[in-house]
């Protein structure tokens, strides 16, 4: 089986590119700098389906998107979350959080309607993900 990135997920995105193990990708909602990183191996629904090394490898590469919205966007917080609910396909929410951003203090998801980004916005934001994270 090869990996492939449920649909609803693309629909939601932007690519910002590979990892070692996951494809990073920037949630279209202007409303808070998001990334999604999503392990690139079939069938994974819970974090309990990687094995140990790829539970390992999923920490440092959130770490290191989480370390590059710390730097880019100086949040107060940032939220790292797996639900699952809605997109079967395990994947780690990453989002950079102010207060008084429109959902503070209480969680991003089902609140309000996403303000998707501009093109040209996305764009360079997902290029400054793959330059800072070495994302093929």
């Given at each position: 089986m090869t990996f492939e990135l449920d649909g609803r997920l693309a629909l939601d995105t932007f690519p910002v590119g590979d990892l070692e193990l996951c494809r990073v990708l920037l949630?279209?909602?202007?409303?808070?700098?998001?990334?999604?990183?999503?392990?690139?191996?079939?069938?994974?629904?819970?974090l309990v389906d990687l094995n140990a090394s790829d539970r390992a490898r999923?920490?440092?590469?959130?770490?290191?998107?989480?370390?590059?919205?710390?730097?880019?966007?100086?949040?107060?917080?940032?939220?790292?979350?797996?639900?699952?609910?809605v997109v079967r396909q395990f994947h780690l929410h990453v989002?950079?959080?102010?207060?008084?951003?429109?959902?503070?203090?209480?969680p991003v998801w089902g609140h309000g309607v996403a303000k998707p980004y501009e093109p040209l916005e996305a764009r360079r934001l997902a290029?400054?993900?793959?330059?800072?994270?070495?994302?093929?």
């Amino acid at each position: 089986m090869t990996f492939e990135l449920d649909g609803r997920l693309a629909l939601d995105t932007f690519p910002v590119g590979d990892l070692e193990l996951c494809r990073v990708l920037l949630m279209d909602d202007a409303r808070y700098p998001w990334l999604i990183l999503v392990p690139r191996r079939s069938g994974v629904v819970e974090l309990v389906d990687l094995n140990a090394s790829d539970r390992a490898r999923l920490i440092e590469e959130a770490n290191a998107a989480a370390a590059f919205l710390q730097t880019s966007r100086r949040p107060d917080k940032i939220n790292i979350a797996a639900l699952g609910n809605v997109v079967r396909q395990f994947h780690l929410h990453v989002v950079a959080r102010r207060r008084g951003d429109p959902a503070w203090p209480s969680p991003v998801w089902g609140h309000g309607v996403a303000k998707p980004y501009e093109p040209l916005e996305a764009r360079r934001l997902a290029a400054e993900a793959r330059h800072a994270l070495r994302a093929n």
